[in-house]
């Protein structure tokens, strides 16, 4: 079935720190992946997509890339700021289903 | 402007009481869903719709139910046999059939079961 699998957290890195956040997916076919985010108290926003191979999602100064051969959708970002706190979360679009997500807390 | 709606954002049940959380929206969007996020812990689908008057099971229906009487509202009642109905409810919708496209979410209500 699909489905995927997403780096455990919580993360705690320094401001300016370069952020990595690993997601790999199983899924038939060449499915839609997304990264959310949700920030303290709030619902989910989407922060990136990428509809096919090699397409790199990009907003806010963090991208992932659709990974073929690697089945990866890694979420980074160059310098981290204490805003970006909050927790991601990775996502298949053909499962309404998401993985536990990954809290991030950046210290200044 | 366009979104999600769900209300109240906070509501205190006391056990035994059935609760009805709202959520609206005005995007044309077929598909809606109702998630449960426990602190700490990730989104679990409760119930899902993809069109009015049909809705299917997630993976913890069990002590609620749904309604899809109109396109924009999905309202969502946690119901006495939910045995555990403190959580963080999240309410969302999709263009489209469930399993295709973007989700976007509505800010949440916490329930607190006193």
């Known amino acids: 079935g699909n489905s995927v699998t997403q780096m455990e957290g919580p993360v705690t890195l320094s401001e300016e720190a370069f952020l990595t956040i690993n997601c790999t997916y199983t899924?038939?076919?060449?499915?839609?992946l997304f990264w959310y985010v949700q920030y303290p108290g709030e619902g989910l926003q989407l922060l990136l997509k990428?509809?096919?191979?090699?397409d790199k999602g990009s907003n806010k100064g963090f991208e992932a890339t659709y990974r073929k051969e690697t089945t990866s959708f890694h979420l980074e970002k160059g310098s981290v700021q204490v805003s970006d706190s909050a927790v991601y979360f990775c996502?298949?679009?053909?499962?309404?289903?998401f993985g536990a997500g990954t809290r991030l807390t950046v210290k200044p | 402007d366009g979104g999600i709606t769900q209300s109240p954002k906070y509501l205190f049940r006391k056990e035994g009481q059935n609760v009805t959380l709202s959520c609206e929206q005005n995007?044309?969007?077929?598909?809606m869903y109702w998630y449960r996020q426990d602190p700490g812990q990730g989104l679990r689908l409760i119930y899902y719709?993809?069109?009015?008057?049909?809705?299917q099971k997630g993976d913890i229906a069990e002590g609620y139910s749904v309604s899809r009487e109109k396109k924009e509202s999905f309202p969502l009642t946690v119901t006495s046999a939910q045995k555990n109905p403190t959580a963080f409810y999240l309410c969302?919708?999709?263009?489209?059939?469930?399993?295709?496209?973007?989700?976007?979410f509505g800010e949440g209500s916490r329930l607190t079961v006193l």
């Open positions: 996502a298949l679009r053909n499962d309404m289903r």
């Open positions: 719709s993809q069109i009015v008057n049909d809705f």
């Open positions: 995007l044309n969007h077929d598909a």
């Open positions: 969302a919708s999709s263009m489209g059939r469930a399993n295709t496209g973007e989700l976007f």
């Open positions: 990428a509809t096919k191979a090699d």
């Open positions: 899924a038939t076919g060449y499915p839609s």
